[in-house]
């Protein structure tokens, strides 16, 4: 690992220093050893303590800042948000590896698989207005169309029924 340090209106002490790479050292599980590019930047201004730290790490950077009264808090701080930022990155990469077919698998599995029969599919049809008549009109109204069925309101009941011509020449008639 390589660290580097910038201080901001105070010194970089070896005690912060030796602080920052003990945290690290704790972490170094996350990183597997690869290696890192630490920028450490620390500033005190009106009493707060300001920690940030940039990690250069598999092609991506990782970022956290923490302010707190304390430098060695605001420094564990955003060292905890590093190993939280680089276990996440990781998983990423772990699950994404993962998750990957080989393409020999894929193309094998579209050989295999014909294309499925889709069962039967609604159509929506024109609008039917639905009109009062007796059963009587309706069939004579049935004659004339070439449709199969008529939808209309029986003057008599005031419901709605439907009248069909059936395969022996008769009409069939649906009242719910």
Same mark, same amino acid.
């Given at each position: 690992?390589?660290?580097?340090?910038?201080?901001?209106?105070?010194? #970089?002490?070896? =005690?912060?220093?030796?602080?920052?790479? $003990?945290?690290?050292?704790?972490?170094?599980?996350?990183?597997?050893? %690869?290696? &890192? %590019?630490?920028? #450490?930047?620390?500033?005190?201004?009106?009493?707060?303590?300001? =920690?940030?730290?940039?990690?250069?790490?598999?092609?991506?950077?990782?970022?956290?800042?923490?302010?707190?009264? $304390?430098?060695?808090?605001?420094?564990?701080?955003?060292?905890?948000?590093? !190993?939280?930022?680089?276990?996440?990155?990781?998983?990423?990469? &772990? $699950?994404?590896?993962? %998750?990957?077919?080989?393409?020999?698998? #894929?193309?094998? %599995? =579209?050989?295999?698989?014909?294309?499925?029969?889709?069962?039967?599919?609604?159509?929506?049809?024109?609008?039917?207005?639905?009109?009062?008549?007796?059963? !009587?009109?309706?069939?004579?109204?049935?004659? $004339?169309?070439?449709?199969?069925?008529?939808?209309?309101?029986?003057?008599?009941?005031?419901? #709605?029924?439907?009248?069909?011509?059936?395969?022996?020449?008769?009409?069939?008639? &649906?009242?719910?």
């Amino acid at each position: 690992m390589k660290f580097e340090y910038s201080g901001r209106h105070l010194e #970089v002490t070896p =005690a912060l220093k030796a602080h920052v790479e $003990d945290h690290f050292a704790k972490i170094d599980h996350v990183f597997n050893g %690869k290696p &890192i %590019k630490a920028h #450490v930047i620390i500033e005190v201004e009106r009493g707060r303590h300001r =920690a940030e730290i940039i990690v250069n790490w598999r092609n991506d950077s990782l970022t956290a800042t923490s302010t707190s009264p $304390d430098m060695y808090r605001s420094l564990s701080d955003s060292i905890s948000k590093i !190993e939280k930022q680089a276990l996440k990155l990781k998983n990423k990469v &772990i $699950d994404r590896s993962h %998750k990957a077919k080989k393409a020999a698998a #894929v193309i094998q %599995k =579209a050989e295999d698989v014909s294309p499925a029969p889709s069962g039967p599919r609604i159509i929506e049809a024109r609008r039917y207005g639905v009109k009062p008549m007796t059963a !009587e009109e309706a069939a004579l109204r049935l004659q $004339d169309e070439e449709n199969q069925f008529l939808i209309f309101r029986n003057s008599e009941t005031e419901r #709605v029924a439907v009248i069909y011509k059936r395969r022996d020449g008769n009409y069939g008639l &649906i009242q719910p």
